[in-house]
Structure formats: C-alpha cells, structure tokens
C-alpha cells in the first residue's frame, strides 16, 4: 500500500530526453523545473564545445548557468528594490510637500479676498495631487514588480535547489552503475 501510495504521488517529466520519476510536491510545479532545466540543457547543447564535455563536466556547466540565472534575477530584485526605495523616499517628500502646500492654502484661502485668489490654489492644489497620484501610482508599479522579481527568485532558488537534488541523484546512480 505504501508502494502505491508514492507512486501516486510520483510525477514523471522529461528532462534531456529521459523519463525521471519525480515523487513529492506539487506536479505542475515540478513539470514547469524540469522544463526550465530541459530548455537549458537543450540551450547548452547548442554550443558544439558544451556537447564534447564529459557528463560531469556538463552537469557542472549546467549548475553554473542556473546558479547565474539566479544570481542575475536576485540582482535585479535588489536594483529594482533599490529603485523602490527611492521611489518611496520620493513619494513620501511629495506626500510633506503636498501637506505643507496644504497648510499654505489653507491659509491663503483664509487671505484670499476675491475669487481669483481662489481659483489659483484650487489649481494648485489640483496639480499637486495629480502629483501625488502620480506618484502613489508609480509606487504601486514597483511594488507590483518587486514582487513579481521576488516570486521569480524564489522560483529560480528552487529549481536551483531542484537541479541540485537530481545532480544528487544522477551521482548517486552514476556511482552505483560505476561499482557495478
């Protein structure tokens, strides 16, 4: 019963031609790893000195672009949370800014003695919270893309830890095939 139930869990993907049984986790999750790393393993063949290198040696250039893959989208995320933050500090300077404007329309609208007056802080005023929408706007767009650019890291950091597992495990059957 035991049997039947890990097979049941189990998911087979395809990965540089082979069937590899997979057990665990989430099926879809684990089909959408092992076509990342089939399309880069299908990348890599492109290069004629790549396919002239001995498994080993493929296996570890193909640890070295998806560890670079990862790297790169982690450095994106900083760049764009760097960005974010920036943008966040700008925001909050255009959110003082805009209370102060505020407090001083306020008070020339205390002064204001004809409708011309009036009309010119509305205007004012209506400028600067386009201005802070605008803004609020831009925040939210960064916000959206940080997050996107977390979830693809995480993403990138598991199929990483994925390929890790499996190189594991082609090892292991490769020591096992070797003693054989």
């Known amino acids: ?3 039947e139930q890990s097979r049941q869990r189990s998911t087979e993907v395809i990965i540089d031609g082979k069937v590899i049984p997979l057990a665990g986790g989430d099926s879809a999750y684990l089909r959408q790893v092992a076509a990342y790393i089939d399309n880069k393993i299908a990348e890599l063949r492109q290069n004629r000195a790549y396919a002239r290198q001995n498994s080993e040696r493929r296996a570890q250039i193909l640890w070295l672009n998806l560890a670079d893959d990862c790297l790169q989208a982690r450095a994106e995320s900083a760049e764009l949370k760097e960005e974010a933050a920036a943008h966040a500090s700008e925001v909050y300077a255009l959110k003082r800014e805009l209370v102060e404007q505020r407090l001083r329309m306020e008070t020339l609208q205390k002064d204001a003695k004809d409708e011309a007056a009036e009309a010119s802080l509305a205007a004012e005023k209506q400028k600067l919270e386009e201005q802070l929408a605008a803004a609020e706007k831009e ?8 997050e996107r650019l977390t ?3 995480h993403r990138l950091e598991e199929e990483l830890e994925a390929e890790k597992k499996r190189s594991k495990e082609l090892e292991t059957e490769l020591d096992e095939l070797l003693s054989k």
């Open 151 to 153: 979830a693809n890291i």
């Open 139 to 146: 925040k939210e767009s960064l916000q959206a893309e940080k």
């Open 1 to 3: 019963m035991r049997d």
